[in-house]
């Protein structure tokens, strides 16, 4: 097969391509942006395989980075765009399930291409569009089948992580797995343990952003993956009542992982506990404890004015949810509701601190944070106007109430 037209992507990689050639090396482009062009989808990062040595691309090329130059591959600057070149290489065994106890270089382009993780995966791409295809992938994309390269066993046990590579593909191609291939995912799937769970999450997240979430979620459960992802171990029945949402997709993660929390069944005091696990960060932590609780306040009705005023611009994410349970939004009118709150913030509020302290001729204390709360509820809640002597006056009234 021959690709009548490369996409401008490629085209703007050829010249780096004819530099290597002219140096007397092979150089291909492989990797999932060939599988992304045979499918007539968007490419994103283009890489480029060659016979050449890293010291020998790096002789080449005036402008490089050694950004994983241990595994083969040289950064390749050139003119505004920037290109990994990895040599052909092969692999020893892998201890941990993930990187190779020792790679070695070679020259021959098949010994690289069988160590790519599935058929689909493993093309390579001539300068002048000409594909090679040594492992049946093309009637596997054809078929829309994830076949492994060679043994999966094999490719497993190299890299477990491929297994949710493989999910992950499932989601975002709407492919499914060939029998050899996902028997061997049932059969290994407690190599996960294995994996970092930071890289596991990339995956996994992905999968929940992909256009056929469902049934890769059916997939992830089948294969028994689930059980090796912290705090999942316990919860088929929920995974699969995830399952079986609205295939909207997502548009944003953690608007995905708000709604598998909710479905989950996490109570909101453990949702911390439960995300730490995947070693997210604090903001992604916070934002989808916030939509968690948003999203279950309004499940029971409309929103208070002080879980409207907690939530803030969130609100608006928690009405796109709604859809997943068979309920419309209402973006609109909650955005009318935030815009009349009083205040959006404690700083808003028309006294601070200090001011308390000196109406009230007390040191500070916890008496001083509860009055400001008791404050900015009554702001929000419409009982007093946001004026600096109204609400002082009524820090001054509230005050004996909680000083007895």
Known sequence: MKLTVLPEEFRRALPVMEKIEQAGYEAYFVGGSVRDVLLGQPIHDVDIATSGFPAEIKEIFPRTVDIGIEHGTVLVLYQEDQY?????????????????????????????????????????????????????????????????????????????????????????????????????????????????????????????????????????????????????????????QFAGLIPDPFLSETAAWSVLLDHLAVPEAQIGHFLKAWKVSNEFLRECRELVWGLRQRRKGYYTPMALYRLGDLALKVETLLSYYGRPGETDKTAEALAKLPIRSLRELAVNGKDVMAVCQQKAGPWLKETLAYLEQAVVEGRLVNDKTALLNAAVAYLPEILD
Request: charged share 30%; hydrophobic share 40%; glycine share 6%.
């Open 84 to 240: 990994e070149v990895t040599t052909f290489r092969t692999e020893s065994t892998y201890q941990d399930f993930r990187r190779p106890d020792h790679v070695a270089f070679v020259r021959s382009l098949e010994e690289d291409l069988k160590r790519r993780d599935f058929t689909i995966n493993a093309f390579a791409v001539q300068e002048d569009g000409t594909v090679i295809d040594l492992f049946g992938g093309l009637q596997d994309l054809e078929q829309r089948i994830l076949r492994a390269v060679g043994n999966p066993h094999e490719r497993f046990h190299e890299d477990a992580l491929r297994m949710m590579r493989g999910l992950r593909f499932v989601s975002q191609l709407g492919f499914v797995f060939e029998t050899e291939t996902f028997e061997a995912i049932v059969e290994n799937h407690a190599l996960l343990e294995k994996i970092s769970i930071e890289r596991v999450f990339i995956e996994f997240t992905k999968l929940l952003l992909g256009s056929h979430r469902n049934e890769a979620m059916k997939q992830f459960v089948a294969t028994g993956c689930f059980e090796y992802c912290p705090g999942m171990a316990t919860s088929k029945e929920h995974l699969l």
